[in-house]
């Protein structure tokens, strides 16, 4: 008999490619940076008997129809929107994802994210890079404080968690909304549970990590920027559809609220000509939450584990579904 059939979407790590191939037939889509055609992914995944994915890739009810042998869907993220999940379970086809080994790099980063937007640090290294540094004064890319503050998290997963662990060391006021209480980070952290309109209202932070689900497609909006502080910052390291990215751009422009950090976007990759980057008050990076060397290791090794665990008739270690 052959083997099963594992298609990698992109580039990974040769020690897990390795780790599958003492099992499987495993092929490789042969780039790490740019992501693989589409009709190239429905030509593979018609053969496969296991995906290895990335974020980048639509798993779609279409593709599924034309994969009759598929049996698992590990996904290289914590996010899985990019897969019908209700299709796959719909077919039997077990899903699966990457949480908790990202959960304090993505909070390293989203905190970091804060720091750089409110003290300005991109901006302040661009400005000596051109040539702009003449003199001291006592304004001169004058930011914001972080201690002392009040942050406001929406979404408090284990990542919402983690920021809220780092804030402590700032000495600030932490506010949360969730779909349910987290009771024992209240007694843990010390954070209060509020109305969505309240974290909103009294914040001088607003980080997003609520997940993309219909329900919080374009939560964060004019309406809602209207109601934050005209000095509160904005920071979303969760997904970009939540968030009105032509309503963002209107508050920022006209101060509505003071400054935004993001990490993610509506459609990825932007380009250089993105309306937001034309901003000074915008802090942007290439969606690189989890992006350290150890976590992204560590979250390959788990979408390796997922797959041999379902292809050996065992259960997932991390399933959506």
Wanted: net charge negative.
């Amino acid at each position: 008999m052959s083997k099963p059939f594992v298609f990698v979407t992109r580039r990974i790590a040769d020690d897990v490619i390795q780790s599958l191939e003492e099992h499987y037939e495993v092929e490789v889509y042969d780039s790490d940076e740019l992501p693989i055609p589409r009709d190239v992914l429905e030509e593979k995944a018609s053969q496969a008997d296991a995906l290895l994915t990335m974020l980048t890739d639509s798993i779609d009810q279409a593709l599924l129809d034309q994969s009759p042998n598929l049996k698992v869907i590990a996904n290289l993220a914590v996010g899985y929107d990019n897969i019908d999940v209700t299709a796959a379970q719909d077919r039997g086809i077990v899903v699966t994802n990457t949480p908790d080994v990202l959960t304090d790099t993505t909070a390293d980063l989203t905190f970091g994210l804060l720091l750089a937007t409110a003290r300005r640090i991109p901006e302040a290294t661009q400005y000596i890079e051109n040539n702009q540094w003449q003199a001291w004064s006592p304004y001169m890319l004058a930011g914001a404080d972080v201690h002392h503050k009040t942050l406001g998290i929406i979404g408090m997963g284990s990542i919402g968690e983690a920021v809220a662990k780092r804030a402590t060391g700032f000495d600030m006021t932490v506010l949360y909304h969730n779909r349910s209480r987290k009771e024992q980070a209240e007694e843990t952290l010390g954070v209060k549970y509020c109305s969505f309109d309240d974290v909103i209202e009294e914040s001088d932070f607003v980080v997003c990590m609520t997940p993309l689900t219909p329900e919080t497609e374009n939560m964060f909006n004019m309406n809602v920027f209207k109601q934050m502080k005209s000095s509160a910052i904005f920071i979303n390291s969760s997904r970009g559809g939540v968030v009105n990215e032509a309503e963002l751009y209107e508050a920022l422009k006209s101060k509505e609220i003071y400054a935004a950090g993001l990490d993610v976007f509506k459609n990825e990759p932007i380009q250089s000509d993105h309306p937001l980057l034309e901003l000074d008050n915008v802090v942007a990076l290439p969606h690189i939450g989890s992006s350290s060397y150890e976590t992204r290791t560590e979250m390959m090794w788990l979408t390796a584990q997922n797959i041999i665990a379902v292809l050996s008739g065992n259960k997932a270690k991390t399933p959506v579904n």
